[in-house]
C-alpha cells in the first residue's frame, strides 16, 4: 500500500534523510493525519478540475494530498532547504509545481495567469504559518484575486474572530476586515496531535467564501474601515465616546451626537453590537458630514 507523506513514520524518515530541523520562526507545524487532511479537502470541495494555490507546503503532507483531488497545485514555500526535499517527496506528482517565494511579497495575480487555465475555479487550501495568518489573509482578500474560497488551518482564536457574530467578545476590526469581502465559517477544530512538533495554541479549519461584491456599500472604503477601527478602539467605551476621541478636533461631541440622532444609532452604545450594515451606515453618513 502507498506510504503517504502525512504519517508520523514516514515524516521522520525524510526529516532523518535531510537532516531538517524545524524553524518556529517560520511557524513550521507539519501535519502528520491523513485522515484530517482529507476532511480539510472536502471541506473545500475540490474535485478534478479544481486549481489550488497552497501557502506553506512544508515537506508536501497537505500537497501531496490535494494533488490527488484536486486538477493542478501551486505550492509557495519560503523555506529554501524545504525546495529539494518537496522535489523529492513530490516526485510522483507531476500536477504540483513549487514555487520559492515569500507569500506576502510574491504577486499572486501573476501567479495565477501563469500556472492556471483561463476561467479555472482557484482555491486556497493551506496549513497556514500561524505567525502571519492575519497578513496572509489579508493581502488574498484586499487584492481582489479570482480566489473563489479559502479552506486554512489557523490559530483557533483567530478563526473565532474571523467569523465571529456582533455582541460577541471576539467580533472586532478584525471579523469586519474579513466579513466585508467575505462569508466565513469555523469548519472544523483541530487537535495539536496531529501537528509535529506539536505548536502552542488550538487550531481550527477557517473557511471564507469570496462575496461577488463587498456585503456593504461604503462611499470610502479606507474610511469606512478607520470608522470601524475607532468604534472599538476602547471595547469599554460607547459609541459616542469613541467618536468623540477620533473626530477631536474636526467634530464637536454635540455633532457627533446629531449625526448618530439623524440615522438613528444610539451614541450609548458599544462598538461590538453594531452589525456590519449598521457600521457602513454610520460611516457613509460621518464621510458626508466631514468631506
Ligand atoms: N503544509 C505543511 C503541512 O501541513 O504539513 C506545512 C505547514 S507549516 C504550518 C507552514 C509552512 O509555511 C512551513 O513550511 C513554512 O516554511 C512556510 N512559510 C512560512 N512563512 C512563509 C511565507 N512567508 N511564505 C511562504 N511560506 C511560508
Redesign the pocket.
Known amino acids: 500500500s502507498k506510504k503517504y507523506?502525512?504519517t508520523p513514520t514516514k515524516?521522520n524518515k525524510i526529516l532523518q534523510k535531510y537532516d531538517f530541523a524545524f524553524?518556529k520562526s517560520?511557524?513550521?507545524?507539519?501535519?502528520?493525519d491523513v485522515n484530517i487532511?482529507d476532511q480539510i479537502i472536502y471541506h473545500a470541495g475540490i474535485n478534478h478540475t479544481t486549481g489550488v494555490i497552497?501557502?506553506?507546503?512544508?515537506?508536501?503532507?497537505?500537497?501531496e494530498q490535494l494533488a490527488l483531488q484536486a486538477n493542478q497545485v501551486v505550492?509557495?514555500?519560503?523555506?529554501q532547504r524545504?525546495i529539494p526535499i518537496l522535489d523529492d517527496t513530490l516526485a510522483d506528482y507531476d500536477n504540483v509545481r513549487i514555487v520559492h517565494?515569500?507569500?506576502?511579497?510574491?504577486d499572486l495575480r501573476k501567479i495565477i495567469h501563469h500556472y492556471f487555465k483561463e476561467e479555472q475555479t482557484i482555491q486556497i487550501v493551506?496549513?497556514?504559518?500561524?505567525?502571519?495568518t492575519t497578513p496572509?489573509l489579508m493581502k488574498l482578500l484586499r487584492e481582489d484575486l479570482p480566489i473563489s474560497k479559502i479552506t486554512v488551518?489557523i490559530q483557533k482564536e483567530v478563526a473565532e474572530r474571523m467569523a465571529a457574530k456582533p455582541h460577541t467578545k471576539s467580533y472586532g476590526s478584525l471579523t469586519i476586515a474579513v466579513q466585508y469581502y467575505t462569508e466565513a465559517d469555523i469548519v472544523m477544530s483541530v487537535p495539536k496531535t496531529v501537528?509535529?512538533p506539536q505548536?502552542n495554541v488550538e487550531s481550527s479549519v477557517l473557511q471564507l467564501t469570496k462575496r461577488e461584491k463587498p456585503l456593504v456599500d461604503v462611499q470610502n472604503e479606507a474610511f469606512f474601515f478607520e470608522i470601524v477601527q475607532a468604534s472599538f478602539a476602547q471595547r469599554r467605551k460607547t459609541l459616542s465616546n469613541n467618536l468623540t476621541t477620533k473626530f477631536k478636533g474636526i467634530l464637536t461631541k454635540e455633532r457627533i451626537n446629531h449625526v448618530l440622532d439623524m440615522i438613528k444609532i444610539d451614541g450609548s452604545r458599544r462598538g461590538e453590537t453594531l452589525t456590519i450594515e449598521e457600521f457602513a451606515i454610520l460611516a457613509n453618513a460621518f464621510y458626508k458630514e466631514i468631506f
Open positions: 507523506i502525512a515524516t524553524k517560520l511557524g513550521q507545524n507539519f501535519l502528520v487532511l497552497e501557502i506553506g507546503p512544508g515537506i508536501g503532507a497537505l500537497t505550492a509557495l514555500e519560503i523555506d524545504l517565494e515569500d507569500v506576502l511579497k510574491a493551506a496549513n497556514l504559518p500561524y505567525y502571519i496572509i488551518m501537528f509535529m505548536p
